[in-house]
């Protein structure tokens, strides 16, 4: 069975947060690091992702996609 | 478990402030939509408020009543045209401060909509005023300073009880501070567009959510007060279910 991992598009982020409390396996990275609109943003470890979908449930503005890779 | 990816229906990102619960309900309403393939008589009823920008954001064909109306408007829309999927997404000022006589008499008269209220607690849009029904006791907003004083302005309270009263088909309320229960919240929407597609009654989905702009906080602290504070006040859970769609 194929994996499935989180691909983000982080231009559409608005450093909220809330994904990196959402991950149960804490893959989730805040960085200091800004977008084009000048929000900060985040980094998925891929290696730890399990491809749950916790936070594409929790993210408001559509930045995660759960995909097979 | 298919992928999981952004609707089609979300075409362009909208404008809410960062870690805003309308951006996660506003997805569940597209999901639940294309899950049903109902997108094509779809008509959204929003009110100008934060809500408004679904309007941008979604492709369906979209309304925005005069302020705190909605339920009037959708009502106007069901009648005239029985066969669309007629849904109001308003705020807490719209649908039960200002609008609540026409909340009540939509619910009165058992019209077939669906109704998502976004209980944020607060005037979002304006500035972030008090809410007569829904800020919690003690609560700091810019027209309570020191706080909501019950001697002046009163409790807050429970619009869902009110209506349970009433004859209407569902009534639920959820929440958005985490997975499970933005799941769980998932599955209310889809039942109220379920029970206005077999022509059942009047379903109305309240859900607590954060503005963690008005409310001074970090997003990620608002969903804790959510969790901590509002949902011990409001509780979620179904409260009415007269049996609609299976």
């Known amino acids: 069975m194929a994996k499935k991992k989180a691909l983000t598009n982080v231009e559409l982020c608005k450093g909220c947060r809330l994904c990196v409390g959402a991950c149960p396996v804490g893959a989730i990275e805040a960085l200091m690091q800004v977008n084009k609109k000048g929000y900060e943003i985040i980094r998925v470890d891929e290696d730890k992702c399990i491809g749950c979908g916790n936070c594409y449930t929790m993210c408001p503005d559509y930045v995660f996609s759960i995909e097979e890779v | ?246």
Request: glycine share 10%; proline share 4%.
């Open chain 2, 1 to 246: 478990m298919a992928g999981m990816k952004k609707p089609e229906s979300i075409v362009q990102t909208a404008g809410y402030c960062g870690g805003c619960g309308h951006g996660i309900i506003q997805r569940l309403i597209a999901e639940s939509v294309e899950e049903l393939g109902i997108a094509e008589k779809t008509i959204a009823v929003v009110d100008i408020a934060c809500a408004y920008w679904s309007l941008d954001a979604l492709n369906f064909d979209g309304i925005a009543g005069p302020h705190g109306r909605c339920a009037s408007v959708a009502t106007g829309i069901k009648k005239v045209r029985p066969d669309a999927n007629v849904y109001v997404h308003a705020g807490d000022g719209c649908s039960y401060v200002i609008g609540l006589a026409e909340t009540c008499f939509a619910a009165a008269r058992d019209i077939p909509i669906t109704m998502i209220v976004v209980n944020n607690g607060i005037f979002g849009m304006t500035g972030g005023q008090l809410c007569l029904a829904t800020t919690l006791e003690g609560d700091w907003t810019v027209s309570s300073v020191k706080g909501r004083n019950v001697e002046d302005t009163g409790k807050p309270f429970d619009v869902l009880q009110m209506l349970k009263s009433m004859d209407i088909e569902f009534a639920a309320r959820g929440a958005v501070y985490d997975a499970k229960h933005i799941r769980e919240l998932k599955k209310y929407i889809k039942k109220g567009f379920e029970n206005q597609r077999d022509k059942k009654g009047f379903s109305i989905i309240e859900v607590l959510s954060p503005c963690p702009t008005n409310w001074k906080m970090t997003p990620v602290q608002a969903m804790e007060k959510i969790k901590d504070e509002t949902e011990k006040i409001f509780p979620t859970g179904v409260f009415v279910d007269r049996g609609g769609a299976k």
